[in-house]
């Protein structure tokens, strides 16, 4: 027998034993157990394994408890913190999987309709205009560099806070033949320009050349009330300004309780939206204090049921959400929040924040035909799961109103500075 034919040979049998091994039960069970396992106190993570593996905690054992049968693992969330576990082969270390303990939260869900009113930081330029002088029509804030979705927050070294604060400094410099020294927040930077007001002699007044806002106003849906600190998260996606289309950037802002008056229907291409109105007394039920990718929050002062989930539910992180059936928490005619059924199509463990954790598909008879799926003003809806809360209802796809995204819980607390990975009495405080 030749060399080169024995080598042949076992190198073939070394294949064939490598394909074995990578389609064998023990080993594809390797393969499926995680690296690290992420868990909230109280929950259980269950994996397969061979029964010649075994299981130990190889740190404190404070944080977790291990169950072990002939072929699975159970693990048990038992105090926040870090702990790991070291599964063994014949005595010898296989695989160390590290687990993170966090702390069990628990929100009331929302489904609220709510109306909400913005004040953005200093004034928003939404648009240049032509200024018609002796000499022609010019835009003044055009030509000092100013932009749409800038933000003037200074003339002349004065805070500005709303419009009313503009003209006067406009008239006087126009008086005065001098330019205003303009501070401009632009993105995540700020700069400063000169502008000279110029006399429309149509008008006979001093003008920018600018359109400006300095508020907004809309409506949307509660998804979550904390009930020990009354902090809330509604939305579940940013609110941009019409014009721009750019997030408006917040000073404050309130929340009112509102009233679904009537839906236009969505369909294929032109999703519908909740038409509503604020409420009679146009009460505060809220501050705003942020506006992110994730939604609006801010602080209730006030108490708000639902009337379907008024008492506190778990939460279930990104990793826990699975495919299938669900529910969302929503309004579509007055004030009465309803249960609908929807379907998890797909979702995807998140390991850092982003806003399209989830795509969901509407499959209630009644919310089909009342709405077509998806509408504006349905963001923020709380989406519910085994009991748990699992997120929010944040886009509608354009194409298929039966269809849209939603975004993980996990990610709308952070942002509304409810940790996780904090122990009750600092979250209290």
Not at 32 to 57: C, E, R, W, Y
Not at 194 to 218: F, N
Not at 355 to 370: A, E, N, R, S, Y
């Amino acid at each position: 027998m030749s060399w080169e034919f024995l080598r042949k040979m076992i190198g073939g049998f070394l294949l064939v034993s490598l394909c074995f091994i990578g389609f064998s039960k023990p080993f594809q069970e390797y393969l499926h157990i995680p690296n690290t396992i992420t868990m909230l106190q109280g929950d259980k993570f269950q994996f397969s394994k061979s029964s010649a593996v075994t299981a130990a905690v190889m740190t404190t054992g404070k944080n977790i408890n291990v169950h072990e049968s002939p072929d699975s693992v159970s693990i048990k969330g038992k105090a926040i913190g870090q702990d790991q576990v070291f599964l063994e082969f014949a005595g010898l270390p296989i695989k160390k999987v590290d687990v993170n303990v966090l702390r069990s939260v628990k929100v009331i869900p929302g489904g609220q309709s709510i109306g909400v009113k913005l004040n953005t930081l200093g004034v928003l330029v939404v648009g240049h205009h032509l200024v018609e002088t002796k000499k022609g029509n010019v835009s003044p804030g055009e030509k000092a560099g100013i932009q749409v979705g800038d933000i003037i927050t200074m003339i002349n070294g004065q805070k500005i806070e709303d419009m009313s604060d503009v003209a006067p400094f406009v008239q006087k410099a126009g008086q005065d033949n001098k330019p205003l020294n303009i501070t401009i927040q632009r993105e995540q930077g700020t700069f400063k320009t000169h502008l000279m007001p110029l006399k429309d002699v149509s008008e006979d007044t001093y003008k920018l050349g600018l359109y400006i806002r300095d508020s907004a106003a809309g409506i949307g849906t509660m998804t979550f009330i904390d009930p020990q600190s009354k902090k809330y998260g509604a939305l579940g996606h940013v609110i941009s300004d019409m014009d721009t289309k750019k997030p408006i950037v917040v000073k404050d802002g309130e929340i009112v309780r509102s009233t679904v008056t009537s839906i236009e229907k969505g369909k294929d291409g032109n999703p519908g939206e909740k038409l509503a109105r604020f409420s009679a007394d146009n009460k505060t039920i809220g501050n705003i204090n942020r506006n992110s990718p994730f939604g609006i929050f801010g602080k209730l002062n006030t108490t708000l049921t639902n009337g379907q989930y008024d008492k506190p539910m778990p939460i279930a992180l990104s990793n826990q959400v699975k495919d299938g059936p669900a529910k969302i928490l929503t309004v579509v005619n007055g004030d009465k929040v309803e249960a609908y059924d929807i379907r998890i199509v797909s979702t995807v463990p998140q390991k850092f924040p982003a806003t399209k954790g989830m795509v969901i598909k509407v499959t209630d008879p009644k919310l089909l035909k009342k709405t077509g799926g998806i509408v504006q003003g349905m963001s923020g809806s709380p989406i519910i799961q085994d009991g748990k809360i699992i997120g929010a209802v944040t886009h509608v796809f354009v194409n298929d109103p039966t269809s849209g995204y939603g975004v993980h819980i996990e990610w709308m607390l952070h942002e509304a500075g409810i940790n996780i990975y904090k122990n009750q009495t600092e979250q209290a405080s």
